[in-house]
């Protein structure tokens, strides 16, 4: 039963990893024994975390700005340089924007979308190549991609460009998942409240309400959200694909 759930040795990159989600990520397959790479926008911060997650395995920062198509070949090319193959990709790098509609306009949607919908699909693009390039049938790569539980229900908050833009990444994955069969799956995960700068606000304001509401009675914890990445890359996740697998405590089941 460990070897079903071993990801030790793997190569995998996570974006958006130097902070919430990305980082709870990071930390779990640092401490699984994969093979890390971060990438985030501000190298300072991506340099800190790699720093310290090297204390406890292997990982290195390869910062990025994902919002731009230059950028995710950039980014592929700098890791084909390091590695023959990609076993895991991460696609968490995102933004958001709150905001009634009125003040919501083009450089907002444009902002979200061009990070949390097109950066995943250059990113994938790119790196397709790498991701196949050792993956068989029986083992293929992943690809996770990181969508949100505002993605499949209405969010209380007015941030249309962020919900429209995961929900867009939930059909991305399946429609990714159908061409890059066999040899990569591609799922989505979709979190509800955790612990992270972008939901930070929301938490203090309301955070006992979201908990006490949800059907789990709490918020999302790291090891929720790395248990269920680390699944999907093992051989134990590597017959699912272009699923949406919300991790959220049960709140989309809410009406």
């Known amino acids: 039963m460990n070897s079903l759930f071993d990801v030790s040795g793997k190569v995998v990159l996570v974006t958006g990893g130097s902070r919430g989600i990305g980082e709870m990520i990071a930390r779990g397959f640092v401490k699984a024994g994969a093979r890390v790479y971060i990438s985030s926008r501000k190298a300072d911060v991506c340099e800190a975390l790699a720093g310290e ?11 990025a700005d ?4 230059a950028e995710c070949e950039r980014l592929a090319q700098e890791l084909g340089q390091r590695e023959n193959h990609l076993d895991v990709l991460v696609n968490n790098a995102g933004a958001t924007w709150g905001a009634p509609m009125s003040d919501t306009d083009e450089a907002a949607f444009e902002r979200v979308l061009a990070l949390n ?15 196949e390039a050792s993956a068989t049938v029986d083992s293929p790569s ?14 209380t908050l007015e941030t249309y460009a962020y919900s429209a833009s995961k929900s867009a990444v939930h059909q991305l994955t399946r429609h990714m998942a159908k061409f890059m069969a066999p040899l990569v799956t591609v799922n989505a995960i979709a979190p509800g409240p955790f612990e992270s700068k972008m939901m930070a606000a929301t938490l203090k304001a309301f955070g006992d309400a979201i908990a006490s509401s949800a059907p789990m009675k709490r918020i999302g914890r790291p090891d929720d ?7 999907l890359s093992s051989r134990a996740g590597s017959y699912i694909t272009g699923a949406i697998i919300p991790v959220d405590g049960g709140i989309a089941t809410l009406a």
């Open 117 to 131: 919908v097109k950066g995943v699909f250059h990113l994938t693009k790119f790196l397709r190549p790498l991701l």
């Open 53 to 63: 997650l090297s204390l406890e395995g292997f990982c290195v920062a390869l910062p």
């Open 142 to 155: 992943r690809v996770i991609n990181i969508g949100s539980i505002d993605g499949i229900h209405v969010p």
């Open 66 to 69: 994902l919002s731009t198509e």
């Open 225 to 231: 959200m790395a248990g269920t990445a680390i699944f």
